[in-house]
Structures are given as C-alpha cells and as structure tokens.
C-alpha cells in the first residue's frame, strides 16, 4: 500500500511539475511568435525525458511507465491549451506526428540513462535539461528567419478547346460548397472567384472560407495564361475549441500567399491541359514539416478550383455545340 502510494505521488508530481515547466515555456515562445523548433521539437523533448526524470526520485521504472508518463503530459498540455483558448484542435492534431515521436523518443533516453542504468544523478539531469531549454527558447527567439517559399502545381484535362476553357476560367464566380472533410472542418476553402476589369492590372478576388484573398493580375494572355501575385492573405484557417472562440497567433502572418497561375495548353481542337500554380510562404519550422501540410491544403484546393472549371467549361462546349446545330 505504502509502496502504491509512494508510486501514485512520484507520478503526480512528475506529471504536475512537467506539465507547467512545459506550458509556461510553450505560453513564452507562442506570445513572442516564435512557432519554430523550441515549440514543436524542443519542448516535446523536455517533456519525455524531464518527466521520466522527475519520476527516477521515486525509484526506477519500467519503459512503459515511462512512455506512458511522457505521453500523459504532453495529453495534459495538449488539453490545458484548449481549456484556457489558447489553442484549437486542429493545430493540436496537425502537431500530434511531429511531437508526439519526440516526446517518446525524450521517456525513452531518459529511462537508457537514468531507469535502466544510472549513468547520470537525476538532479544534475532535471536542471541541466531546464537550463538547456531556456537556451532555446532565448537563441530561438533572438533569430532571424526567412520564409522560404514554396511552389505547387495540379493539372487536369479538360475535353473543350483553350478558347471555351478560358471564358470559364475569368467567368468562375461560385465554386459551390466542397465536400473534403478537410475543409468542413475550418481550412480556408475557395468559395467563389471574382475578376474586376480584364488585362494586366485587373483585381481577382477569391473568397475564402475565412476571408477574402485579393490578387492583383501580371499576365493575362487569352487561351493561354492567367498570371498574378497576392495582395493580402486571409487566414488559413478557423479553430474549432470546444471550450472557447479562439484566434491563434499564428493565423496571422505565418502563411502567406504569393500568387499563382492558370496555365492552358491546348491537346488538339477539343481537350486542353490546365496547370494551376500556387505560390506560397509559411514561418513555421521544422519547415519540411509544415510544407506537408501547407502542400496538402493548397492541392485539395486546387483539386476544388479545377473540377469547377472542367465541369463549367466542358458545359460550356456542349451547349455551344447544341446551338450551332
């Protein structure tokens, strides 16, 4: 019994204490914008291996024990920020196969160096880890970053010829509704398509889900290319919380679009090929990471954008060869 009740407190305390460290510097780098490696690789790190180490003072412990205590503090984290508004579910998820590896890969050294060999004194360890990720978070906050920019392109074949697809292409207007769960569930979604004036200069607003994104057109050649940069970037997204309505820091000004293109390339007197680009940038890191995402979202876009067109333009054909009879 004595022995239960010394286990049930060792990991109580290991949960509690590592649970705050955690969240208060999780709080510090989101209120300085710093959604880098600290947040998503750093503190899911401390997370494992501190709480493994706060556990070691109570004796030591199996493997499991240990990942199971890791992974109930990062579950206690995950859920504090959605409790206090702070967080939503989605980002919580999208971070979940970045973090969650990290957090266990933290239990799993912790338990080499200190449960199954004790090659180090847990005191030294807990302090010199704290010490280690306040190093981080200060470097981490004193960088300087570039968002590098990244480019994705999706193409489908459309059976009309380039003139009738590009009268589609500058008449779009709405897209209707999507049906990927991805984008009922809050990701910014093209709901309709407006050009105001023709030529080089003209504004194209695409209305999203989240707002409007306004682009202002560079290239307008009939039959064969739509070209334009983005003037300004609605959020990507809306946050779903249970518990509160909340707007993340990093809805603003971490993703950024660029521009994009149609390109139309005619595959005889009846089909044309149709290349849509998008350029975007993201501040978030691991970059190579959340470019998955970024890439994912902006090709189920596409994939949205250019089923509207085939259908629009191969209707199109149809009824014009209807009326010519």
Known sequence: MIERRTNALGWSVSVILTGALAFGAASGAIAFRDYGWTLFVGIPYFIGFFAVTILRFWGPKRLRACLLVGGQVAGVVSLAFLLLGKEGIICIVLALPLGLPVVLLGATMAYL?????????????????????????????????????????????????????????????????????????????????????????????????????????????????????SVSTPPPLRELNPFHRTDPPHLRGFYRSVGGQFELRALGPT?????????????????????????????????????????????????????GR
């Not at 009268?167 to 050009?195: E, K, N, W, Y």
């Not at 970024?294 to 060869?321: M, P």
Request: aromatic share 8%.
């Open 113 to 229: 160096l200190l449960h199954r060999r004790a090659m180090a004194p847990p005191a030294g360890a807990a302090a010199l880890l704290i010490v280690a990720l306040a190093g981080m978070l200060w470097a981490e906050g004193r960088s300087r970053r570039v968002a590098p920019s990244y480019t994705v392109s999706d193409a489908v074949t459309i059976a009309a010829p380039p003139a009738v697809v590009w009268h589609a292409l500058v008449t779009m207007g709405s897209l209707g509704q999507p049906r990927d769960l991805l984008f009922r569930m809050g990701v910014a979604c093209p709901q309709r398509v407006d050009i105001y004036g023709t030529g080089q200069g003209a504004l194209r607003v695409c209305t999203l889900t989240t707002g409007q994104l306004e682009e202002r057109i560079t290239s307008w050649e009939p039959g064969r290319e739509l070209r334009w940069v």
């Open 271 to 323: 089909a044309t090929r149709v290349i849509r680009s998008s350029t975007y940038q993201h501040n978030l890191y691991p970059a190579w990471y959340w470019r998955l995402w970024c890439d994912y979202v902006a090709r189920r876009g596409h994939v949205h954008v250019l089923n509207v067109l085939k259908q629009d333009a191969e209707r199109n054909r149809v009824a014009a060869s209807l009326s």
